[in-house]
């Protein structure tokens, strides 16, 4: 009996471009990233930073030459709408873990107010045991499986605002904007901690990381639903995580001179500053002036095609 062949495997294809997933709960990150590349059928992605897989909301996706540029966003700024439990701790400070301790909630408005108040600003967090952070080349979370406590530093972060939304009973709904590295889960836990009640994070919803807001994002369901030609219509540019950078654009032979590696002479600026680099409106990627007027490529995205 002859054997039919095995099928063959759809080779992948060249995207490029930036996607504003908001992620649905229940898939990680990396999840999503790979449900998004499947649909695309692309060659190459990547993501900007981690969502829990509890959490929601906008999860920037990058594919093909905006690799190149997932780091961008891991300094930004981040917003976040979340519902916080009193008097109810669990052992990963949100609503996947383990109860540990239930305590009456005797917490008036004045006093949670003054509670909220004390977690604005700089303040110190000690990253939880159920976080993907490093030890001796180890996730933290496996760790923490296996029952080990390892003794972690406290970290400075900023809270810009922390707001009371609603309350329902021992149920609050907050809105934080907060710098990079904060976690949400411990801020739930400190509060609760500063109402001497215990609480927990029950749901988390991201809704901006530095001047990208959820809005402008596409639920992974709809993006499933969409023809293929209209996916690749919702990719943003290659150069769409830069626009916080200025930008320059050079003539032919300043251009030749970057794209070779080289650095493009007769550019005005300020020296130190990283700039989005184009020719005849093409973007050609992020490259520093230094004295002198020399711009530095940095890193540039393939010009194969020009």
């Known amino acids: ?39 695309l059928n692309a ?56 109860v540990l301790d239930t305590r009456p909630v005797h917490v008036s ?9 004390q977690l604005r600003g700089e303040i110190e967090q000690v990253p939880p045991m159920y976080s993907a952070l490093k030890h001796h080349g180890k996730a933290l979370y496996e760790y923490a499986r296996e029952g080990v406590e390892i003794p972690r530093a406290p970290r400075r972060v ?7 939304l609603e309350r329902a009973g021992d149920a609050l709904r907050i809105r934080v904007d907060c710098s990079k590295g904060t976690y949400i889960r411990t801020l739930a836990s400190d509060l609760g901690a500063l109402l001497g009640c215990g609480a927990h994070l029950t749901a988390l919803r991201r809704t901006r990381i530095g001047p990208f807001a959820l809005d402008a994002a596409i639920p992974l369901a709809d993006f499933d639903a969409c023809a293929p030609a209209a996916r690749d219509a919702a990719l943003a540019p290659v150069d769409a995580l830069l626009v916080h950078m200025p930008c320059v654009s050079l003539d032919a032979d300043q251009a030749r001179s ?20 184009y020719h005849a409106g093409r973007f050609l990627g ?5 004295e002198g007027g020399l711009l530095v490529p940095t890193r540039l995205v393939s010009t194969a095609d020009q």
Do not use: W
Request: hydrophobic share 40%.
């Open 158 to 164: 900023t809270i810009h605002r922390l707001e009371l």
């Open 43 to 98: 060659a190459k992605g990547g993501h900007t930073g981690t969502l829990d897989p509890m959490a929601t909301g906008l999860l920037p996706l990058t594919f093909g030459e905006a690799t190149k540029f997932s780091q961008t966003l891991l300094d930004a700024d981040k917003a976040y709408d979340a519902t916080v439990l009193l008097g109810v701790t669990t052992t990963t400070a949100d609503a996947e873990g383990e």
């Open 286 to 290: 992020v490259a520093t002036l230094a």
């Open 109 to 117: 408005d004045a006093q949670l107010a003054a509670a909220l108040a």
């Open 258 to 277: 970057l794209t070779h590696g080289q650095a493009a002479r007769g550019c005005a600026g300020e020296a130190g500053q990283a700039y989005r680099v």
């Open 1 to 39: 009996m002859v054997q039919a062949p095995p099928p063959r495997r759809v080779p992948r294809r060249i995207v490029d471009g930036v996607l504003f997933l908001d992620k649905p709960q229940g898939l990680s990150s990396n999840h999503a990233l790979q449900q998004a590349r499947r649909l």
